[in-house]
């Protein structure tokens, strides 16, 4: 078990932190002329064949799926919660937490991660387990990474 000084640390990097570098990782600058969506989809866009482009989403959608959900639905979410006595402020905080740490994506990016979070923390709160919302995030991804990136590419392209 955690210290209790190690969970709010933890917890700030995931409020903050996380955020942050999120933010900081995707400055305009840096990104001018790419769009976020092409930058976002390249590891797989840029797969020749369906199996590389089948590998890629293997490797990428489970490691958002059990990290992130991990990390915003199971740890920040209790941690959350506990602070407040509340679990719909648990929700929010770990959902807004969420959608800070997609900043990379911009604005709607960030809402719709908001919105997401809060989604995927219905099934956590009404039957006490991750595993449904590391399914539902990981068929997001890659329904995202194998049909809607390369959408979204091929018409900012």
Not at 39 to 53: C, D, L, M, N, P
Not at 104 to 131: C, D, E, F, K
Request: hydrophobic content about 55%; charged content about 10%; some cysteine.
């Amino acid at each position: 078990m955690l210290s209790s000084t190690l969970r709010i640390g933890f917890s700030f990097l995931l409020i903050v932190g996380v955020p942050v570098l999120s933010w900081r990782s995707a400055r305009p600058e840096q990104l001018e002329g790419i769009p976020k969506t092409a930058i976002y989809f390249s590891a797989v866009v840029s797969q020749e064949t369906g199996r590389e482009k089948l590998w890629a989403v293997l490797a990428m959608a489970p490691t958002a799926g059990l990290c992130e959900e991990f990390l915003y639905r199971g740890f920040l979410l209790a941690e959350a919660t506990a602070w407040f006595h509340s679990v719909a402020w648990g929700v929010v905080v770990s959902s807004a937490a969420f959608g800070f740490a997609h900043s990379y994506q911009g604005l709607n990016g960030m809402v719709r991660a908001g919105l997401l979070g809060a989604l995927l923390a219905w099934p956590v709160v009404h039957t006490g387990s991750l595993y449904p919302s590391m399914a539902a995030h990981f068929a997001i991804d890659a329904v995202a990474l194998l049909w809607l990136g390369p959408k979204f590419v091929r018409q900012q392209g």
